[in-house]
């Protein structure tokens, strides 16, 4: 099992790096593939069976867009085929039609989504908690963000908002979801949240039992956590 982490010296917001070496923890016979920004991805012309992406800087983001450009049709290829993807934080975008910000410039995506996303830089950062029901489990996070994506996601939004807001302020359907790919502005990191998420990504990978790193520690979190995120006194909007 190959699994490539895109760009980790840009995606590297809000504790990601901890989700990629939990992801280790979780698949430790697997390979993981580091690729930086200069380096040509591995899903260009192998055999990759997850790619990971992370949250990053706006400008980083650009940089990134412009990088796997030349291969969004491998991108949407993949896609169609069931790779895995994880995109998350504002990495989700990178996959959209394009953004639109607030210097009057529209950045053109890879556009494997129709959804389009809106920069706000120059605002206040929305920052909140989110509580959500994936696969029958909830799921759990934080939101920080100076963007948030429009458009009709209701046939490939990952879950439903119970507290909190979806893909904008507007939305209860959070993420974008086609296949395996998973993208969410659900951050935490999210696999670290997320331990009923996490089996549900191994088993796709083809783990029969999947057993996370720290199950009992990561499921006694959840647990304890999922308290707090359903006490009604609990303020969603920071």
């Known amino acids: 099992m190959k699994i490539e982490i895109l760009y980790p010296s840009f995606g590297n917001l809000f504790g990601e790096p901890a989700g990629y070496r939990y ?3 979780c698949l430790p016979e697997a390979e993981f593939v580091y690729t930086e920004i200069y380096d040509k991805p591995a899903l260009a012309d192998q055999k990759v069976d997850m790619i990971y992406i992370g949250g990053m800087s ?3 983001q650009e940089q990134a867009i412009k990088a796997l450009m030349p ?3 491998r991108i949407a290829q993949l896609i169609d085929e069931g790779t895995v993807f994880l995109a998350v934080s504002n990495a989700m975008e990178i996959f959209e039609s394009y953004i639109d910000c607030d210097d009057g410039r529209r950045i053109e995506c890879l556009g494997i989504f129709k959804e389009h996303a809106e920069q706000k830089i120059n605002s206040i950062r929305f920052n909140g908690l989110m509580l959500g029901d994936f696969e029958g489990h909830p799921i759990m996070g934080y939101k920080t963000q100076f963007s948030m994506t429009y458009g009709d996601n209701s046939g490939e939004y990952l879950y439903q908002v119970t507290r909190g807001i979806g893909i904008n302020r507007d ?5 974008l979801r086609r296949n395996n790919f998973f993208g969410t502005y659900t951050v935490g990191p999210v696999l670290m949240l997320n ?3 996490t089996m549900y990504i191994m088993k796709i990978l083809g783990i029969e039992d999947p057993h996370p790193a720290f199950e009992k520690q990561a499921i006694e979190a959840y647990n304890e956590r999922l308290k707090k995120f359903r006490d009604p006194n609990t303020t969603y909007e920071i």
């Not at 939305?171 to 993420?175: D, V, Y």
């Open 195 to 197: 331990p009923y998420f």
């Open 71 to 73: 291969y969004k049709d």
């Open 171 to 175: 939305s209860r359907l959070e993420g």
């Open 23 to 25: 992801l280790q923890r």
């Open 58 to 60: 706006e400008a980083h």
